[in-house]
């Protein structure tokens, strides 16, 4: 409510509107009793509150979504991919800042990477395979075979066999089998999963 003060001897002065806002008050003897708020001051203590609360949202929202990384990336032997990353609610641009030349991540394989400096562990690497293939995928050849504890001659290759539907194509040190018969029955290790001594051995010889 915008109202006019009037003095004792009658003169009045008109409040500016852009300066003062009067509250519903209550007059005395003549005179208006009312609160004066200034809506600049008012308008910029809610912002300046909504932007504290924003903040520790964020603040909340970041420390939740580094939780979440971490724990997959424990259950992950260490690696992560782009897209678990994002889904966990890490920004796009942290993501490439670690993958960055000397930052905390490095890059095995496109879209997977491990989130340790230092030389990659067989368990990493073979990790970091599966993840790149996606889901349903197994390791065959060697490198099941060195799962099961059998010889089995060197090779720094990761035979992954990936269903035939799904577009994915060799990478780094992934060799990608695609195939239309995968195995019915799988090994698990951890996130690792591969297939049994049979198949592997069929698969090597291929």
């Not at 724990?71 to 032997?77: E, G, M």
């Not at 368990?123 to 010889?151: C, F, N």
Request: glycine content about 10%; aromatic content about 4%.
């Amino acid at each position: 409510l915008i109202r006019q003060s009037t003095s004792p001897g009658g003169a009045g002065s008109a409040v500016d509107p852009a300066i003062h806002l009067t509250r519903l008050g209550r007059t005395v003897g003549g005179w208006w009793h009312g609160e004066t708020v200034n809506p600049v001051a008012t308008r910029s203590n809610a912002i300046l509150k909504a932007q504290i609360r924003g903040a520790v949202d964020q603040s909340k929202d970041r420390a939740a979504a580094r939780e979440a990384a971490a724990a997959l990336i424990r259950s992950q032997h260490g690696v992560i991919t782009r897209g678990q990353a994002l889904a966990c609610g890490i920004d796009q641009n942290v993501v490439d800042r670690r993958v960055r030349s000397g930052g905390s991540w490095q890059r095995l394989l496109p879209g997977v990477y491990l989130a340790v400096t230092g030389t990659p562990t067989q368990d990493q690497l073979d990790t970091a395979a599966l993840l790149y293939a996606g889901p349903g995928s197994t390791l065959t050849g060697v490198a099941a075979l060195r799962r099961h504890g059998m010889r089995a001659p060197h090779s720094k290759t990761v035979d992954v066999l990936v269903p035939a539907t799904r577009q994915r194509k060799s990478a780094g040190y992934v060799a990608i089998r695609l195939t239309t018969r995968l195995p019915e029955q799988v090994c698990y290790l951890g996130p690792v999963q591969f297939a049994l001594p049979a198949r592997a051995v069929a698969d090597s010889a291929r």
